[in-house]
């Protein structure tokens, strides 16, 4: 009965895990698609500011790519939403950097890829170092690129624009990293407290007979000892 009940306890303590672990992601899957959006509405306004027609259809485009996701997306489908965002975040800042340079900021978006690769479920452990990697070859590429062909903006006041556009874009990469950090380090604390967990029922386990439900003689030894 012992070794029963012992048995149930462990089988409830995963399934109670998995549970949080889900829900803790999905939390942050969707606080993450739902800032995607506001971030892109700023960025349609900008653009318009701008008047760089192109970009202003692509964060549109974007905008209800997101909100599409945002409404009918479902656990399973995680993967491909994972991948869909990455290389909507890459081409969105090499755009970007393509009609206003490098001094606004939109490179730092490709840095912040980097550890959000490995945060997404992608279903091959190779796939997060293929992001990360490609992500700083694109970085730098893209700065070589916008030193060989600089943006110059006719209007003086385009110029102090886009110093706001970097504060922005730093603002924005900063949060992300912040929110990633803190996010892998309670994943790093839950998966601890797991272990310890599932330690102390292995110990259990060990030590207790589980027909009796008394210490069994290996315990019993090491008492004596």
């Not at 048995?7 to 698609?33: E, G, H, M, P």
């Not at 500011?49 to 409404?71: E, P």
Request: include cysteine; glycine fraction near 4%; charged fraction near 15%.
């Amino acid at each position: 009965m012992a070794g029963n009940s012992t048995s149930v306890q462990y089988d409830a303590f995963d399934k109670n895990k998995n549970l949080t672990d889900s829900s803790v992601f999905r939390l942050l899957f969707t606080v993450l698609i739902d800032c995607c959006v506001v971030v892109h509405i700023f960025f349609i306004i900008l653009f318009a500011s701008l008047d760089i027609k192109f970009m202003v259809c692509f964060n549109i485009a974007s905008s209800a790519v997101y909100v599409f996701i945002r409404l009918f997306a479902r656990h399973e489908h995680y993967t491909l939403i994972s991948l869909i965002v990455y290389l909507e975040i890459l081409i969105h800042s090499i755009l970007a950097i393509f009609f206003t340079g490098w001094e606004s900021g939109f490179g730092l978006y490709l840095i912040s890829l980097v550890p959000i690769a490995y945060f997404c479920p992608f279903s091959s452990k190779n796939i997060p170092h293929i992001c990360a990697g490609f992500s700083c070859i694109m970085f730098f590429t893209a700065r070589f690129l916008s030193g060989l062909y600089p943006v110059d903006f006719i209007d003086d006041s385009a110029d102090k624009f886009i110093s706001i556009i970097y504060v922005f874009n730093s603002a924005v990469c900063f949060s992300v990293l912040f929110t990633y950090t803190i996010s892998f380090t309670a994943s790093l604390h839950a998966v601890q407290q797991g272990l310890n967990k599932r330690n102390a029922v292995l110990r259990e386990l060990a030590c207790i007979d589980p027909l009796t439900g008394l210490m069994n003689r290996r315990v019993m030894y090491e008492l004596d000892r």
